[in-house]
């Protein structure tokens, strides 16, 4: 068995597996080593019962139609990975007993905003607005992972960037004069990101918005684990090598570059690695439970290894958010040879994200070794 390969990618999430096949699409000799005995880390399921549980994904961002396909379906397309997809018609369904809504929230940007007023007349044209910068939140975004950022275009042509970059979602909502209750409904996602909206950056949850609402989210028939086996099976069509149940213990590091990784009693080599290692609404549905399992932290913390068993990895604070990570990229990189995908990523924890980040990773990683860095 070869202990040699151009890249070693550790674990097989999401971003993992993204970076493998691209990798290996481009020719080069990659193992993916994963601590478990399946591939996807939270994308995946179980079962209890005669029940299969989906343990983390209810919609996927940015798929859309296969005539008007978004980012993930052509990350998925690109990679070989075939999946099944059914398109959502509806975003969010939001209850709120303090402000007396019980409401679904269509696709598409002009039906979202059209609920929106029937919900809170007046809010129109504030809800527009927010699309509208999170359109030109994605123009800046797509130009500063392009690696190289001119102070004088970013004065001139994302100056829309520098005045929200600074800004918490509320402060924004109120700055375009968003009643409060088209507030509430309109950042029903703040979860997703961990941080209140008094907290949480604005052009990332405008950014994540727009990729739900427009054009589709979709869902994979088999769920989240269709996306783990279509990657998969990609990585192995490329002549990748995947071994489970193996836990890597440590990066091997000689005189500021990284060699290999050390995993069961054993060193395995390689000059470059990929680390993708992070009240009562009066609704019941207790007459519907047949099957109950509960996870907390030490579930996830055993599962997913993530700090102190958070489900999404890291929280999103400001200051280590999306945009400051995108604008320091290219200084990410402070071990040769080693980059990080996932929720260490600059796109922050979530499945889209997480597949991008692993797309970057590997695509830069390919640049290294062509470029013999």
Request: charged share 25%; hydrophobic share 40%; glycine share 8%.
């Amino acid at each position: 068995m070869s202990k040699r390969f151009d890249v070693i990618v550790v674990g097989a999430g999401n971003g993992g597996l993204t970076a493998a096949v691209t990798t290996a699409k481009n020719g080069l000799k990659t193992l993916v080593l994963e601590q478990h005995n399946l591939p996807g880390g939270s994308a995946t399921s179980f079962r209890r019962g005669r029940f299969e549980f989906e343990p983390s994904l209810h919609e996927l961002a940015d798929v859309g139609p296969a005539e008007n396909p978004d980012g993930v379906r052509q990350l998925f397309d690109s990679l070989g990975a075939e999946v099944d997809w059914r398109l959502e018609d509806t975003v969010f369904r939001v209850v709120s007993e303090e402000d007396q809504i019980d409401a679904v929230l269509p696709t598409g940007i002009d039906a979202f905003a059209d609920e929106m007023e029937r919900l809170v007349p007046g809010c129109r044209d504030s809800v527009m607005a927010v699309f509208d910068l999170a359109k030109r939140a994605s123009d800046s975004i797509n130009y500063f992972a392009g690696g190289k950022v001119d102070p004088q275009v970013l004065a001139t042509e994302h100056t829309d960037f520098m005045r929200m970059a600074s800004h918490t979602v509320d402060e924004c909502l109120d700055a375009l004069g968003m009643p409060k209750k088209a507030q509430h409904i309109l950042t029903t996602y703040w979860p997703y990101l961990g941080v209140p909206t008094d907290q949480l950056d604005f052009l990332h949850y405008a950014f994540m918005l727009l990729r739900y609402v427009s054009p589709h989210p979709a869902m994979p028939y088999m769920r989240s684990h269709e996306l783990s086996l279509a990657l998969e099976k990609s990585l192995l069509d490329n002549g990748g090598h995947i071994w489970y149940n193996t836990r890597v213990e440590k990066l091997l590091v000689r005189d500021g570059a990284v060699y290999g990784v050390a995993a069961d009693g054993q060193d395995i080599y390689a000059d470059h690695v990929i680390a993708n290692c992070e009240k009562k609404l009066n609704i019941s549905i207790k007459p519907y439970i047949e099957e109950i399992a509960i996870a907390g932290p030490p579930t996830f913390a055993r599962y997913l290894n993530t700090p102190r068993g958070t489900p999404y990895g890291y929280r999103n604070e400001r200051w280590d958010g999306m945009m400051p990570r995108t604008m320091a990229l290219k200084d990410e990189q402070v071990i040769r040879g080693l980059r990080f995908c996932g929720a260490h990523g600059e796109r922050t924890d979530g499945y889209s994200s997480a597949y991008m980040s692993g797309t970057t990773a590997g695509r830069l990683t390919v640049n290294d070794i062509k470029e013999g860095k």
